[in-house]
């Protein structure tokens, strides 16, 4: 599996491009501001995308949802039902942040543990990790050995749990019992920072060490 990541908004957020080598599918991941710039991208990678995919309804992951959805004609999946609450209020929490409203949107699907996204020839397998919000998923690529996280665990940190809907205890169990599981030679590419392993995480992030 390819992958392109496109740093946006001031939140820093990693809005990802993952594209099957052999046939050019993509899937766009957490778009969450900046459509132009994303746009440009997605023409620059020769990449055709059939799904802009979601793994949690917080503002800088959700941003340009809507008009991504518009501009490339796809239908949106994810995240878990779960945080329906996040993505009705979007609005609500963008004039709190000062930012500009972004269109609302409805899934064309809400996303279930074991469920399964084609990306070409490959397949993304969505695990339900709740604790940073209620109904985080992450997508994992079993066979590239390539987890898209969103916000559970970051490059010597996790996701922070103050915000509605968060429960550290929830969090790290999601770590301990979904992921860990996985593999240390998993890779993963966080919603925030750089790309790092379950393995160089699970011996040195002080979080979960």
């Not at 039902?81 to 963008?94: K, M, N, R, S």
């Not at 969103?150 to 969090?171: A, E, I, N, W, Y």
């Not at 979904?178 to 040195?204: A, C, N, Q, V």
């Amino acid at each position: 599996m390819e992958y392109k990541l496109i740093t946006v908004t001031p939140f820093v957020q990693n809005c990802t491009l993952l594209i099957c080598p052999q046939t050019r599918r993509a899937v766009l991941v957490d778009p969450g501001g900046e459509p132009d710039r994303i746009e440009a991208e997605i023409e620059r990678s020769d990449a055709v995308v059939e799904k802009i995919l979601i793994t949690h309804g917080h503002i800088d992951h959700i941003g340009a949802v809507a008009e991504m959805s518009h501009r490339l004609n796809v239908p949106v999946f994810g995240p878990h039902i779960l945080d329906q609450f996040l993505i009705e209020a979007v609005g609500e929490i963008a004039k709190a942040y000062n930012l500009p409203e972004p269109e609302s949107f409805v899934p064309e699907r809400w996303l279930e543990e074991g469920d399964r996204i084609e990306v070409g020839r490959h397949v993304l397998e969505v695990l339900h990790c709740p604790g940073h919000s209620p109904g985080h998923v992450i997508f994992v690529d079993r066979e590239a050995r390539l987890i898209q996280m969103g916000d559970v665990l970051f490059k010597g940190s996790v996701g922070r749990t103050d915000l509605p809907g968060g429960d550290m205890r929830q969090l790290l169990g999601s770590i301990r019992h979904k992921l860990w599981p996985l593999g240390d030679d998993m890779r993963f590419i966080p919603g925030h920072g750089e790309i790092s392993t379950l393995g160089e995480e699970r011996l040195h992030n002080p979080f979960v060490k």
